[in-house]
């Protein structure tokens, strides 16, 4: 790795690099450990990875780019897969993502869609809903006083809830949760990755159809709102990018969520002293989960693509370069965090970068929020005990988006169940 020179006396044309494949096993095993190197040595670095791309792993500058859209552009183009818009994942993934990979101002027509249903106001008011998935998935394995608290609980709530708000029969959740689950932590080229695109592919017909039918028959659903939503030409928007922007919403509620409630079960476990006090103090769920957010990072990176020559955290960059932003590195960073690797539940301030920033920050973020602390008190309050089993835990293979498990096989004293039922629509 090159060392940086003072600022004077920088020549901006070298490059510091860095050897980092995030979808590597060694990536999964220490991304801390990675993430704090990279922001002490290099906050902005190229590795050659996936065909070359700029790391940014320093919290000012991610920030910086997260802010200026226009330069760090979110596109794909799909018509040139060989050219430079190469969208936000990396390696790119081959199928339409919108609006996450769409620039204003076309992004602002699907994302002011998505604003109303996921705004913080609607994402209160579906407390008493989460609330009730999570007491019925509880009461399904409260009894037995074993469990495995992501295939049981925390894969389950979050699908259910998002399949809710879409307005898809919140049976199927695992119709749609699998697939996601399987793509989000195969690494690319893989057999299970290929599994996983296929899986993608019949989900997606599954939700076009569902679009389609709403077209005709609205159902006051947020597929309802997409899909018979107008331009400014008032034509309805195109059913491609529409069943996309669905697919966009499954994909995003059904994966973070889990992965943060997952992870801030696992850290409770091994901290019971704070377990304990989160159990006291219920009231300190919603701060607990901020931190929760910036020290465990659920979603790690997300790339863009720069439009024009450009300098960042003092390195220049290219018009086409590839650029991917470390969340899991920037919110370590000691610049803007006191003591960044300590877990504090009660930090405040918390200006972390887990939901991203600038116009395309996370649009379910408020909606994650009131899932996890609901999601935790719960579970804190009904079994509260729990002790997970180590050594049959599974984590992802790789963590190149979402941190995350596959399985995570817990015991605890049985308790009674409470006699929660299974709403059958997010209305009831």
């Not at 290099?42 to 780019?65: F, I, M, N, Q």
């Amino acid at each position: 790795m090159e060392a940086h020179q003072p600022d004077a006396v920088r020549d901006l044309t070298a490059r510091p690099t860095i050897e980092l494949d995030h979808h590597s096993a060694d990536y999964r095993d220490r991304w801390q450990e990675i993430s704090d190197g990279n922001v002490a040595a290099c906050p902005v670095a190229h590795t050659a990875a996936y065909g070359g791309t700029w790391v940014v792993s320093g919290y000012e500058p991610l920030v910086e780019a997260l802010r200026d859209h226009a330069v760090f552009s979110s596109f794909q183009d799909h018509t040139d897969p060989a050219g430079p818009m190469r969208g936000t994942s990396n390696p790119p993934i081959p199928y339409l993502n919108v609006p996450q990979e769409l620039d204003p101002p076309l992004h602002t027509v699907y994302r002011r869609l998505l604003n109303g249903p996921l705004s913080p106001e609607q994402s209160r008011r579906r407390e008493p809903f989460i609330r009730q998935v999570t007491a019925a998935c509880l009461d399904r394995f409260t009894e037995k006083g074993q469990a495995d608290l992501v295939a049981e609980l925390t894969n389950p709530v979050p699908a259910i809830v998002t399949l809710g708000i879409l307005g898809v029969p919140l049976t199927d959740w695992e119709r749609y949760a699998g697939p996601i689950h399987l793509l989000t932590y195969s690494p690319p080229g893989s057999a299970t990755w290929t599994e996983a695109m296929t899986a993608v592919g019949e989900m997606m017909a599954v939700l076009g159809a569902l679009v389609v039918a709403r077209r005709t028959e609205p159902a006051g659903d947020l597929i309802s709102v997409l899909a018979t939503a107008t331009g400014d030409d008032g034509e309805l928007l195109p059913l491609d990018h529409v069943i996309s922007t669905a697919g966009l919403v499954v994909a995003g509620g059904v994966d973070t969520t889990t992965a943060l409630v997952s992870h801030a079960l696992h850290w409770l476990h091994r901290h019971p002293a704070e377990r304990d006090r989160l159990i006291a103090d219920p009231g300190l769920l919603p701060t607990a989960v901020d931190e929760f957010l910036r020290v465990l990072a659920p979603v790690q990176f997300m790339s863009r693509t720069a439009t024009r020559d450009v300098e960042l955290g003092g390195q220049r960059i290219a018009a086409g370069e590839r650029v991917m932003l470390a969340f899991a590195a920037a919110n370590r960073d000691p610049a803007a965090f006191e003591c960044p690797a300590e877990m504090r539940l009660d930090r405040t301030p918390n200006r972390h970068v887990a939901f991203g920033s600038g116009v395309h920050r996370c649009v379910g973020a408020h909606l994650a929020k009131v899932e996890a602390v609901v999601m935790l008190d719960e579970i804190l309050r009904r079994i509260p005990d729990y002790v997970i089993d180590e050594q049959g835990t599974q984590h992802y293979p790789s963590i190149g988006a979402i941190n995350g498990f596959i399985g995570m096989p817990a015991s605890f004293t049985p308790t009674p169940a409470v006699g929660a039922v299974f709403p059958e629509s997010a209305g009831g």
